[in-house]
Structures are given as C-alpha cells and as structure tokens.
C-alpha cells in the first residue's frame, strides 16, 4: 500500500496529491476507525510533512477533512504539543449521527433526569469494565502508577488528550474531547464518560478493586478542558459528580 500511495505523492499537481491524500485517510478510517497526522501521511506519500500539513488543511478548507487535536503516540502522559489528527468528513459525521442517536434513544426511554442519569451512568461503567479488560497487564502494579497510567493510556488512545494537573498525582485535565461537538444538545455524554471512567478505575487492577475509589469529574471546568480526579478510600474528593 505505501508504495502506490508513494508513487501518487510524486503527482506534483496539488489537486491530484489531495485527491490522493483524501483517498488515503478514507482508507485508514475504514480500516482502524481512526485518522492520521500530517508526519504520517508525509511518510506515506514521501514528502515533507509541512507540505502534507498544507494540503491537509486545504482538504479541512474544502469540507473533505476535519482536524483534531489528540495525543501524539496515542499513549503519552501530556508531554509536548497534542498531535492533529486529520480524519474524512464522512467519518466525523457517521460518528456524531450515531452519538446522538443513542442519546435521543436512551433520552426518550428516561425522560426523568434521575433515571435517566442513572442509566448514562451504568452504561458509561460497562464501557469502562471492558476497556479495563484490555489493560489487565497493570494489574501487578503500584496502585498509584497502575491506576494513573492506565487513566492516562486509555483516555489519550480514546482522544482526550489527558495532562497531569499535579506532578506524581492522579488529578488529571482532558484537554480535548472526541465527542465535544454533541455535549451540548446531550450533556448526558458527560455523565455517560463519569461512569466510563468509574468502569475503568474499579476494573483496572486488584489493587484499586480493594480499595474504593472515589471520582471527581467537572466538564469544562478551566480553559485546559476538563478536571477529573480520582481518589481511594484515604483521599476522598468531597463530591462524586460536580456537572
């Protein structure tokens, strides 16, 4: 694949490169559901990655791309400057289409807030126990490192681009949100990723399952994006839930 999609990086006409391009980030989201940034997309076509950064926002210009800023490996703690990400039109909008789907769905099965929290919440808790499935190789750690670093490799691969607010702590700032553009008309997201977070914490590791763990998670709560705490039985934050 990289070496027909190199041979279409030696086209110099920019409408023909961009055509290539744009054929390409539709090919990687149907294969791996994500997008690309512009260093892979210069590797891949053989040129420098300034010059694919150009043509991928002339794509975002034309309504062919969109952008978005995630962590830069996918897995890193917030060190440096997040990565964009360049993703097909298509894929942002089958993505945001199904979102509010499911929450006008569960919105119109709950039309009270309580239950309808209540179930964001258990939905949220089942996301979140079956992404601590997938890191079951913390569970031997240190509590602190386990819990924190299993906060910190899942939320960033999700693309929340997560930073510590505190050196060696576990209070954290998601500074980007895959989902921010549907939060508004369905807050429920929020209490939905809460319970996701709950989910992941409690299942991550034995040494957090025998203590309780108690989360804080305030959406847009700074211009860093959102504040999310967790805390075991010895450092309880005051409240579970400030939306």
Known sequence: MSQEFQAHGKRRSGEEIRSAILDYLHMAAEQTGTGLTAQQIGKAFD?????????LER?????????????????????????????PTFMNRVREDMISSLCMALETACPDTDSRDRAALKAGQVWGRALARRSRGNAEKDLSSSMTQTLLDTLATLGFAPVTAEPDSSSLYLTSCPFLDSVNAHPIICTIHLGMVQGLVENSSRAVKNKKASILLTPLSSPKGCFLKVATADNQPRRSLNQ
Do not use: C, N
């Not at 040129?47 to 043509?55: D, L, Q, V």
């Not at 794509?59 to 791309?65: D, I, M, P, R, S």
């Open 47 to 55: 040129i420098h990655p300034t010059t694919a950064r150009f043509h």
């Open 59 to 87: 794509l975002v210009e034309q309504g062919e791309a969109v952008r978005q800023r995630k962590d830069s490996d996918g897995q890193s703690t917030g060190r440096g400057r997040p990565a964009v990400i360049y993703s």
